[in-house]
């Protein structure tokens, strides 16, 4: 069983920078490909990037490509989420999730954290 807390949202105007952090314990950290989603309000879950167990491999979606990355720590048992030139259309609550497999698809995530708000103001 691994549990995951993400922190590191907030309020940002457009166009600033914001990094998301995700804590796991409970799990072998180093074994699960990790991920990042969002939901916006009123809307349904969506991908926004995965890394692969080890780092070398990473996927994002076209909406935030070139904007963000992601990256793990996996002695620190961290996995961040680097978010830049943010978009009023970039608030939502944002996950960070465990998968057996790297993967765009939510069903795919065993494991889930409680999320931390992301708003962007224009």
């Known amino acids: 069983q691994v549990q995951l807390v993400e922190s590191g949202g907030g309020l940002v105007q457009a166009g600033g920078s914001l990094r998301l952090s995700c804590a796991a314990s409970?799990?072998?950290?180093?074994?699960?490909?990790m991920g990042w989603f969002r939901q916006a309000s009123g809307k349904e879950r969506e991908f926004v990037a995965t890394?692969?167990?080890?780092?070398?491999?990473?996927y994002y979606a076209d909406s935030v490509k070139g904007r963000c990355t992601i990256s793990r720590d996996n002695a620190k048992i961290r996995v961040y989420l680097q978010m830049n030139s943010l978009k009023p259309e970039d608030t939502a609550v944002y996950y960070c999730a465990a998968s057996i497999i790297g993967s765009s698809f939510l069903e795919e995530y065993a494991y889930w954290g409680q999320g931390t708000q992301v708003t962007v103001s224009s």
């Open positions: 890394i692969s167990w080890s780092g070398s491999s990473t």
């Open positions: 409970g799990g072998t950290f180093s074994s699960y490909a």
